[in-house]
């Protein structure tokens, strides 16, 4: 059964950074593209960043501006989402996912984790 548990989460000052972490487990986690989304209050989810499963090609949404890095730990099944010049927008609960290709759209994740939500505000 895939379990994808994502933590880091919390309450961050506009400018500051946080980096999320997602343990993955129940499948080969290096075999497997990943990415990560966010959902913020009444909107609809929305893809942020994916990476292939050698880690080695990341794709980003253009809105990020190039302050998010994706990146993964085969070693430790953990997928990373590092976040910088945190703005009140990137407010909302993110997820990771188990997806087929590290550019595959939110309705082809085959599953995602619970989320851990950022606040950004001063």
């Known amino acids: 059964q895939v379990q994808l548990v994502e933590s880091g989460g919390g309450l961050a000052q506009p400018g500051g950074s946080l980096t999320l972490s997602c343990a993955a487990s129940?499948?080969?986690?290096?075999?497997?593209?990943m990415a990560w989304a966010r959902q913020a209050p009444g909107k609809d989810l929305e893809w942020v960043s994916g990476?292939?499963?050698?880690?080695?090609?990341?794709f980003y949404a253009h809105s990020l501006k190039g302050r998010f890095t994706i990146s993964r730990d085969n070693d430790k099944n953990t997928l990373y989402l590092q976040m910088r010049v945190l703005e009140p927008e990137d407010t909302s609960l993110y997820y990771c996912?188990?997806?087929?290709?590290?550019?595959?759209?939110?309705?082809?994740?085959?599953?995602r984790g619970q989320g851990t939500l950022v606040t950004v505000s001063s």
């Open positions: 996912a188990k997806v087929p290709a590290a550019w595959a759209a939110v309705y082809d994740f085959e599953a």
């Open positions: 129940g499948f080969t986690f290096s075999d497997s593209a």
């Open positions: 990476v292939s499963k050698d880690g080695i090609h990341t």
